[in-house]
């Protein structure tokens, strides 16, 4: 028979402290973790990364044979709107949904507990984002590039205008994601609410169709929000220079793509700041 004997408090003191680890390693590996579930959610996965890639398809070749510019095709227009589509649909949409589930069914409240760093959390989110980003831009410009006749960026200055159009999209769009998924009081509600704005923006946007056939009205309507900013960036970056002309005001207007999409990363940590629950309501 053995006898547990209780260790003083002397003793408890003078027990060696376990480190943690650092926030930025526990990142990297929540950032493992959220991937590793995402790709096991098989539904999720395809409709994410097939979806975007099938509708490409399908209105690609409705408008491959409609010339909009000189040496420009619609399908190439909406290979273009579909990538910047797609960066806002794995940032925003994908993000904002999964915060709210994870808030409803008490996965937030079970890490807000834990003695693990909060930013380590939305490191891992961001991992996931950036990974998923990635993978249906890429899925996007082969299917562009096989089909449709898209030319890959030809010139340094394009490959970089991509790079920094990609990231402050990504990012501004993430931050949104986070802020709107304390919209919905309930998690089944969550795909309803998240997904509405974006469709709309999606029409308005110049996403499907060239942005100067949008009516006057909704133009000024979707210069609001970034995802009309990233179709235009994107637009120059695999469009000919001649394509530029389809703008409302004739140019690519890298300036204004770069403000406008710094100061939505700067409205949407200000936004995730005021809204942002660990708790449903």
């Not at 480190?19 to 959610?41: D, H, N, Q, S």
């Not at 998923?132 to 010139?155: H, K, N, R, T, Y």
């Amino acid at each position: 028979m053995t006898t547990t004997i209780p260790r003083s408090s002397k003793d408890l003191a003078a027990a060696p402290a376990v480190r943690l680890p650092g926030a930025g390693r526990l990142a990297l590996k929540r950032g493992a973790l959220e991937l590793k579930g995402f790709f096991r959610t098989k539904g999720q996965f395809i409709v994410i990364f097939s979806l975007p890639a099938i509708m490409l398809m399908l209105l690609g070749a409705m408008s491959m044979s409609r010339m909009t510019a000189p040496g420009v095709t619609g399908a190439q227009i909406l290979t273009a709107g579909m990538i910047g589509a797609g960066i806002m649909s794995t940032s925003f949409q994908n993000l904002g949904i999964n915060i709210a589930l994870e808030r409803d069914d008490g996965t937030l409240k079970r890490l807000h507990g834990m003695p693990m760093p909060h930013v380590s959390y939305f490191g891992g989110k961001i991992i996931q984002v950036l990974v998923c980003m990635v993978a249906e831009v890429a899925i996007l410009i082969v299917v562009g590039v096989l089909l449709f006749d898209v030319q890959l960026p030809s010139s340094l200055d394009r490959w970089v205008t991509f790079a920094w159009v990609l990231a402050l999209g990504g990012v501004a769009c993430a931050l949104l994601g986070i802020a709107a998924s304390s919209l919905p009081k309930t998690g089944r509600g969550a795909n309803a609410i998240i997904t509405l704005p974006f469709l709309i923006l999606q029409f308005c946007s110049g996403v499907y169709l060239p942005f100067s056939d949008v009516p006057a009205l909704l133009q000024y309507f979707a210069a609001l929000f970034p995802l009309k900013w990233m179709t235009q960036g994107m637009r120059s970056v695999f469009l000919p220079e001649q394509a530029a002309a389809l703008e409302p005001a004739g140019a690519w207007e890298h300036p204004m793509i770069a403000l406008v999409l710094a100061a939505w990363c700067v409205g949407g940590l200000l936004l995730c700041l005021k809204t942002f629950r660990w708790t449903p309501r």
